[in-house]
């Protein structure tokens, strides 16, 4: 008879309440136990001054993974628009400055798209898991579509008012987070991810 799975704790690096909500919901299934980087006084903050999503994603998941000692998955997203040469890229978060809020990326990105016509774009998410210190593995997961030429709806995070996937005429933030879930990067990466670690959870119980 097959050894039972043992029940793991996976920190997750990020302090983004919509990201942390997304990641809580398509790993609820999973046989773990999660828990935020906010759960852990004095846990760092990572610069993600990276040149790559990756770079970001590795960064973050080895300085928490180093903390707590525990496994941790981080993930690093980025928004590539095709006619500002892949900007905001790994840039996303702090597009129109260091302090940022996502309203204030938002509108700049409207502004460097006005009167445009090509508005074609896609959101690309790099996930590293780090079950050890000497350890890391990536998923990715990638969403074509387009930037609308105003917001529209009041859910998600950051560019999702702005943002429609490919074959469809809603964008992210008008979307149920169930919907969005099964289209978006984050949720593409995240199967990846979840198909591997039910493989290396049966390694870990052996």
């Not at 790994?90 to 006005?114: C, E, I, M, W, Y």
């Not at 997961?141 to 009041?154: D, M, Q, S």
Request: hydrophobic residues 40%; charged residues 25%.
């Amino acid at each position: 008879m097959e050894k039972s799975r043992p029940a793991i704790t996976l920190v997750l690096a990020t302090r983004n309440p919509g990201k942390l909500a997304e990641l809580r919901k398509l790993l609820a299934d999973l046989p773990i136990t999660l828990r935020a980087a906010a759960e852990f006084p004095g846990a760092p903050e990572v610069i993600e001054d990276a040149a790559t999503l990756e770079g970001n994603a590795i960064r973050k998941a080895r300085a928490l993974q180093a903390f707590t000692g525990l496994p941790t998955l981080a993930d690093d997203t980025g928004l590539e628009v095709e006619a500002l040469g892949g900007a905001p890229g790994v840039h996303s978060a702090r597009f129109a400055g260091p302090k940022a809020t996502d309203a204030d990326n938002r509108a700049l990105l409207l502004q460097r798209l006005q009167g445009m016509k090509n508005r074609r774009a896609r959101f690309r998410t790099v996930l590293a898991f780090a079950p050890d210190a000497r350890t890391f593995y990536l998923f990715e997961g990638v969403c074509p579509g387009w930037i609308v030429e105003e917001a529209r709806g009041c859910g998600g995070f950051g560019y999702d008012p702005l943002f429609v996937p490919e074959g469809h005429t809603q964008t992210f933030a008008e979307m149920s987070m169930e919907e969005k879930n099964r289209l978006s990067h984050r949720g593409q990466a995240l199967r990846a991810f979840v198909s591997f670690l039910h493989q290396w959870l049966k390694e870990q119980s052996r």
